[in-house]
């Protein structure tokens, strides 16, 4: 179970800007694979997401390379980070459903952090992106609180989106510990990035 003060600390996740603007070549040539570790323990509101949503978690993609980085995978990724960004507004669990950690897709045009990334994952995949290099990620702010974040692997390294920043950031220049996220080979299984530290949000032991 999540803490109480643990759930609320991660139930807003606020809000990014809009703006789409860089070219992938400047952007992606300083990014750096994420070193991962061992399997580890999946995040309560995943579990739940799971046992909902079986199919979308037991999917084990053949092809683990990277996505190759092009002008194209990079005009998708930004468009889609800002799209979701603007259409999303940001609302807590416990407002929308009354609980906490309830991660599920925002048809309603409302959700959490969770649920931008999962409608982010969603709309790459429908455009070709694997599974395998859409990850859903959990990180540390500088403030001590939760996130999720969707993370892309690709040729030039693993990019962030999220909901608080209008860019895509290379993963090692957003500010954030990160703590774990899904395994390449598997959906329903999460790995620990090294060097991170314990995880804030709750998760099924």
């Given at each position: 179970?999540?803490?109480?003060?643990?759930?609320?600390?991660?139930?807003?996740?606020?809000?990014?800007?809009?703006?789409?603007?860089?070219?992938?070549?400047?952007a992606a040539s300083a990014a750096e694979p994420m070193a991962t570790g061992g399997p580890t323990s999946q995040p309560i509101g995943h579990y739940d997401f799971c046992k909902t949503n079986?199919?979308?978690?037991?999917?084990?993609?053949?092809?683990?390379?990277?996505?190759?980085?092009?002008?194209?995978?990079?005009?998708?990724?930004?468009?889609?980070?800002?799209?979701?960004?603007?259409?999303?507004?940001?609302?807590?669990?416990?407002?929308?459903?009354?609980?906490?950690?309830?991660?599920?897709?925002?048809?309603?045009?409302?959700?959490?952090?969770?649920?931008?990334?999962?409608?982010?994952?969603?709309?790459?995949?429908?455009?070709?992106?694997?599974?395998?290099?859409?990850?859903?990620?959990?990180?540390?702010?500088?403030?001590?609180?939760?996130?999720?974040?969707?993370?892309?692997?690709?040729?030039?390294?693993?990019?962030?989106?999220?909901?608080?920043?209008?860019?895509?950031?290379?993963?090692?220049?957003?500010?954030?510990?990160?703590?774990?996220?899904?395994?390449?080979?598997?959906?329903?299984r999460w790995v620990s990035i090294r060097d991170g530290q314990q995880v804030l949000v709750g998760a099924v032991q």
């Open positions: 179970m999540i803490s109480s003060m643990v759930a609320r600390k991660l139930r807003v996740c606020g809000v990014a800007g809009l703006v789409i603007s860089g070219g992938w070549a400047t079986p199919a979308e978690c037991s999917i084990r993609p053949g092809n683990l390379a990277p996505a190759t980085m092009t002008g194209a995978l990079w005009r998708k990724i930004l468009s889609v980070n800002a799209n979701v960004n603007a259409t999303v507004k940001a609302m807590s669990d416990y407002d929308i459903y009354g609980r906490d950690e309830v991660w599920a897709y925002p048809v309603k045009g409302i959700g959490d952090c969770e649920d931008y990334v999962l409608e982010k994952r969603r709309e790459l995949n429908r455009m070709g992106v694997s599974y395998a290099d859409l990850l859903i990620t959990v990180v540390r702010k500088p403030d001590g609180e939760g996130h999720a974040v969707l993370t892309v692997r690709t040729s030039k390294g693993d990019y962030v989106l999220d909901n608080l920043n209008e860019k895509v950031r290379s993963w090692d220049r957003t500010g954030y510990r990160f703590l774990k996220r899904q395994a390449t080979d598997n959906t329903g």
